[in-house]
């Protein structure tokens, strides 16, 4: 059933928004400045870089993956039942 103009059941108003994600919330608390004048964005960017310096695994990692992205990962698949069944999946149209 299609709408006409000025039918009650059109929602004027549109979708309701829903309220804020949690990564709105971090970012709105990081864009806040601290005591020294900084954003707590930089301070937790600094806090970060000096723990990779300290050799921080996990810091390291994480820096490197944002800076070059993560690095591609190859799955083989050497498995003969699954290559034969495939083939027959293929051969029947199943």
Known sequence: MSFVKGD???????????????TD??????DTATQGGK?????????LISMAENGDIAAIRYVVDRIDGKPR?????????IDLRLKEIARNGQ
């Open 73 to 81: 990962e190859i799955v083989e698949i050497q498995n003969n039942d």
């Open 39 to 47: 954003l707590r964005r930089e301070t937790v960017l600094e806090k």
């Open 25 to 30: 919330i971090l970012s709105s608390k990081l």
């Open 8 to 22: 009650p059941r059109i929602n004027r108003k549109g979708r309701p928004r829903k309220g804020q994600t949690l």
